[in-house]
């Protein structure tokens, strides 16, 4: 089992900057691709962004290229979602999760998910 608890969430002005963080606990943090996702009311949850075992690949939904950036640090068992230019279609529950790649696809493990509200 793998325990994910995300954090930094919270309201921010449209063209703002937050930082979200994924601590993980339990198994061994490295062998996991992370990712995270998002879900705004009504909708589905969408794939944002993932990053490989090792950090040397990422992958980024075209709505946030150029704006997010996912990074992590294994030796301290979090994974990181840096979000600039936040605009407020960006408002959802953000979620990371814990699997096999950093493409989207098959998740394992999940976060209780962290509120941004992003305000125009």
């Known amino acids: 089992q793998v325990q994910l608890v995300e954090s930094g969430g919270g309201l921010v002005q449209a063209g703002g900057s937050l930082r979200l963080s994924c601590a993980a606990s339990g198994r061994t943090f490295s062998n996991y691709a992370m990712g995270w996702f998002r879900q705004a009311p009504g909708k589905e949850r969408e794939f944002v962004t993932g990053i490989s075992r090792k950090g040397y690949r990422t992958y980024y939904a075209d709505s946030v290229k150029g704006r997010f950036t996912i990074s992590r640090d294994n030796a301290k068992n979090t994974v990181y979602l840096q979000m600039n230019s936040l605009k407020p279609e960006d408002t959802a529950v953000y979620y990371c999760?814990?699997?096999?790649?950093?493409?989207?696809?098959?998740?394992?493990?999940w976060g209780q998910g962290t509120q941004v509200t992003v305000s125009s």
């Open positions: 999760a814990a699997g096999d790649s950093y493409n989207g696809d098959h998740y394992d493990y």
